[in-house]
Nanobody, 126 residues
Framework: QVQLVESGGGLVQAGGSLRLSCVVSGRTFSRITMGWFRQAPGKEREFVAALHWSDGNTHYEDSVKGRFIISRDNAKNTVYLQMNSLKPEDTAIYYC???????????????????WGQGTQVTVSS
């Protein structure tokens, strides 16, 4: 079983930055992909970024390219989402997710992911 624990959400003004963290524990596999998704009220869950753990390959949703960076720290079993130049439209609950098998790459559908964190609120004021 894999457990994901998120942290780092909060309130920030437009143009500011936040870094989200997701600590991965339990049994993992060499093909694991980590993903970040977000969901605003009344909207569908939206893909943000994905990272293939073994080689560090990344993939981003178009609206966050050049602003967000997904990365990992192997020693800490942690994946990060560095969010820069934040906009009010980035306001959402952000979720960490894991795909243990990585059959599809890049994977932008939430249906691909097997495990999810609890979510952390990010609010960007104008």
């Amino acid at each position: 079983q894999v457990q994901l624990v998120e942290s780092g959400g909060g309130l920030v003004q437009a143009g500011g930055s936040l870094r989200l963290s997701c600590v991965v524990s339990g049994r993992t596999f060499s093909r694991i992909t980590m993903g970040w998704f977000r969901q605003a009220p009344g909207k569908e869950r939206e893909f943000v970024a994905a990272l293939h753990w073994s080689d560090g390959n990344t993939h981003y949703e178009d609206s966050v390219k050049g602003r967000f960076i997904i990365s990992r720290d192997n020693a800490k079993n942690t994946v990060y989402l560095q969010m820069n130049s934040l906009k009010p439209e980035d306001t959402a609950i952000y979720y960490c997710a894991a795909d243990l098998y990585t059959i599809i790459w890049p994977a932008s559908s939430p249906n691909t992911y097997n495990y999810w964190g609890q979510g952390t609120q990010v609010t960007v004021s104008s």
